[in-house]
């Protein structure tokens, strides 16, 4: 088998936090196989995935576990990347409307003591 060998860690956001995706693979060292791993952690949620295989049956399970989670994970941006025009003026307009609540005074109503 040839050398496998790989980790890679990717900050998520670009201004703050600690989200990241950490990606390794390495061959085992005490029989054929190898550990395989994602883990995707946000400031207090981690989230470990497994793709660690020791036999044939390990291979084909994990392999089609990585085509689900990339075709689900693909659909998810597709209809984000498809309604962003639509979602940034929905967001736009929740905040100006926040905005215009916030700037009016709530009315109080005034209960007198000989009403209570």
Do not use: H, W
């Amino acid at each position: 088998m040839a050398k496998i060998k790989y980790y890679s860690r990717k900050f998520l956001n670009k201004a703050e936090g600690l989200a990241a995706i950490e990606c390794s693979i390495s061959k085992l060292s005490f029989s054929a196989g190898i550990d395989a791993s994602i883990n995707i952690t946000d400031c207090n949620r981690p989230v470990y995935l497994d793709f660690s295989v020791y036999n044939v049956k390990d291979l084909d399970s994990r392999l089609a576990k990585l085509d689900l989670l990339l075709t689900e994970i693909s659909k998810v941006r597709d209809i984000i990347s498809n309604n962003a025009d639509s979602i940034r003026e929905e967001i736009a307009k929740e905040e100006k409307e926040r905005k215009v609540r916030r700037a009016k005074p709530a009315l109080m109503q005034t209960v007198c003591d000989d009403e209570l």
